[in-house]
């Protein structure tokens, strides 16, 4: 299985974006999944994820401007964010936990200018 997100780019502060993250050679169904963000020099963070129970959670800084979605039926997965702040600049990650074992996707660049 192999994933490919996109959907990065230059916002400005208080816009939005929509990150999406597509699966090949199999499929997210209900298997644990997340967005993960890194900057230089620092480790990578989880931003939002759905459990295997369907349970949501999300990092503190980011509750209430971003929501993390899946659609089975298109086999993507999205990260919805709002009112971006500055410091979420980095690259954002998607990863899927599947039979044990993470499979990360190749990351996109997000750049919000204040």
């Known amino acids: 299985v192999q994933l490919q997100a996109f959907g990065g780019g230059l916002v400005q502060a208080g816009g939005s974006l929509r990150l999406s993250c597509s699966a090949s050679?199999?499929?997210?169904?209900?298997?644990?999944i997340g967005w993960y963000r890194q900057t230089p020099g620092k480790q990578r963070e989880l931003v939002a994820g759905?459990?295997?129970?369907?349970?949501?959670n999300y990092a503190d800084s980011v509750k209430g401007r971003f929501t993390i979605s899946r659609d089975i039926r298109k086999n993507t997965m999205y990260l919805q964010m709002d009112s971006l702040k500055p410091e979420d600049t980095a690259v954002y990650y998607c990863?899927?936990?599947?039979?044990?074992?993470?499979?990360w996707g190749q990351g996109t660049l997000v750049t919000v200018s204040s």
């Open positions: 050679g199999g499929t997210f169904g209900y298997n644990a």
């Open positions: 990863k899927m936990f599947r039979l044990g074992r993470d499979i």
């Open positions: 759905i459990r295997s129970d369907r349970s949501v």
